[in-house]
């Protein structure tokens, strides 16, 4: 079923199946944050069991972010977003339906491998598609309808927590998923890696696997088994074996999943760096704001998704304002003051107990964030080869996603070992604080590289 349509009008679809797609993949995630003592309730589990709705689909996303863009690139874009959508879609439908933990870990998992499909391959359609005038500022709307999702998950979540149930927001998202997968199913064009043979390489992608789904484990239950347990140094010493052996592989098989000449180049390696580094600083500051707001302030998960809002409208401009920015400005550039903005808001955060200064200021905190992990997903998209759009896509979220996990697991693991000698609102400040000099000093560290690299030349990266 295939529109017999202009070039503009599928532009168009193309662009509605994509943003739609997206901004159901981040509603979903950021809105099941707030719903985990609701899930505990409802199926009789410890909120440490309901924990796992999340490990299991950052486990799964994180997996196969790499192995859905190359698919993408090898076997056609079109195929694998459809694949991924109605993956996702019925995921979501068994979320709502199932009836306890196992079988709703099973369907976040389905869920997540169908949300790293679609992921990769929805921005190089969005490359592939629009031609290069439109392509970015194209890139950058799509983002900005997807963190209009980031922005109302919160909300969402906690609106339908405290009201009909945590299950409707996945009814929510099935006829959302469902009308994404009909447009695309119209208007969505095919496109593939025309220099590449229709060959995957299965043991590489076993191997990425692998290693990314030990080391994401181990990350993620690393505080609940011990540091120092037999499991958790198990995971990472298979993570660490199998990671190795991929990249072996990949330096000596014809038609590599990942080509490893892409980190040769100097303004990738840096964009994708930058974005991984303000990625883990918003998933640390909404943790940490969330903790903060339910268990200091005693805010409602309602309530506490209101405060969310002003930073998550934020985050939602972020996507169409790097595309303006970047039009005057190197992605690198723009990568450098998202990381300013974003490490100065969180340190100053640290400092703010004031309600009509801490909501500005985290709202400082989202713009700056956004900005850095939103435009990164554009950046890359400028200074790779539409042709290997989806490869570089793939990986720029394998790092988002892994080291924000990485983040997340560290955070969780410095409050259990400061609260027993202070408050824990002072431990929350300490880990800000942190996270705002580290993200700082790499957004220093992006510019004196990238002066190095661009003013001896006098040209652009």
């Known amino acids: 079923m295939r529109a017999e349509s202009s070039p503009a009008a599928r532009r168009k679809g193309a662009f509605v199946a994509v943003a739609l797609a997206l901004f159901c993949i981040?509603?979903?995630?950021?809105?099941?944050n707030l719903a985990i003592p609701g899930i505990a309730?409802?199926?009789?589990?410890?909120?440490?069991a309901a924990q796992w709705t999340l490990s299991a689909y950052m486990l799964a996303i994180g997996c196969f972010f790499i192995v859905g863009g190359r698919v993408g690139d090898v076997f056609g874009r079109r195929g694998t977003l459809l694949a991924g959508t109605a993956l996702f879609a019925a995921g979501s439908v068994g979320c709502a339906l199932a009836p306890g933990l196992g079988p709703l870990v099973?369907?976040?998992?389905?869920?997540?491998?169908?949300?790293?499909?679609?992921?990769?391959?929805s921005v190089s359609v969005v490359t592939n598609t629009f031609p290069e005038p439109t392509r970015a500022r194209a890139l950058g709307a799509v983002f900005g309808v997807a963190n209009i999702g980031t922005a109302l998950g919160p909300f969402v979540g906690g609106?339908?927590?405290?009201?009909?149930?945590?299950?409707?927001?996945?009814?929510?998202?099935?006829?959302?998923?469902?009308?994404s997968l009909l447009i695309a199913l119209v208007y969505v064009p095919d496109s593939r890696d025309a220099s590449a043979p229709r060959q995957l390489d299965l043991l590489g992608c076993a191997l990425i696997v692998c290693s990314l789904a030990t080391l994401t484990l181990a990350v993620e239950r690393g505080d609940?088994?011990?540091?120092e347990s037999a499991r958790t140094l198990v995971c990472f010493a298979v993570a660490v074996g199998a990671g190795a052996l991929f990249l072996v592989r990949e330096r000596r098989t014809r038609h590599p999943l990942v080509d490893l000449r892409l980190f040769r180049n100097a303004p990738y390696v840096l964009v994708t760096g930058m974005g991984s580094l303000t990625n883990m600083g918003y998933g640390v500051t909404v943790f940490l704001a969330t903790l903060y707001l339910q268990g200091v302030r005693g805010l409602s998960p309602l309530l506490a998704g209101t405060v969310f809002l002003a930073p998550a409208l934020l985050v939602a401009v972020s996507g169409p304002l790097g595309v303006r920015l970047g039009r005057r400005m190197r992605p690198t550039a723009v990568m450098a003051l998202a990381g300013a903005l974003a490490g100065t808001g969180m340190f100053v955060l640290a400092g703010v107990d004031a309600w009509w200064l801490y909501v500005p200021v985290f709202a400082w905190c989202g713009l700056g964030l956004g900005l850095g992990w939103t435009y990164s997903s554009v950046a890359t998209q400028q200074v790779v080869a539409p042709a290997r759009a989806g490869e570089a896509s793939g990986v720029l979220l394998t790092f988002l996603v892994t080291l924000g996990a990485i983040a997340l697991a560290g955070t969780a693991a410095a409050i259990s070992a400061m609260t027993p000698q202070r408050?824990?609102?002072?431990?929350?400040?300490?880990?800000?604080?942190?996270g705002g000099v580290v993200i700082a000093a790499g957004a220093l560290s992006v510019m004196a590289v990238r002066h190095r690299l661009v003013a001896p030349a006098g040209r652009r990266p």
């Open 159 to 179: 609106g339908l927590t405290e009201g009909p149930g945590w299950r409707w927001i996945f009814w929510l998202m099935a006829p959302l998923s469902l009308l």
């Open 41 to 48: 309730a409802e199926l009789g589990i410890t909120a440490s």
């Open 423 to 434: 408050p824990p609102e002072e431990a929350y400040d300490v880990i800000l604080r942190l």
């Open 224 to 227: 609940a088994w011990g540091w």
């Open 106 to 121: 099973a369907a976040r998992v389905a869920q997540g491998v169908g949300a790293a499909f679609v992921f990769p391959v």
């Open 26 to 32: 981040q509603l979903d995630f950021f809105a099941l």
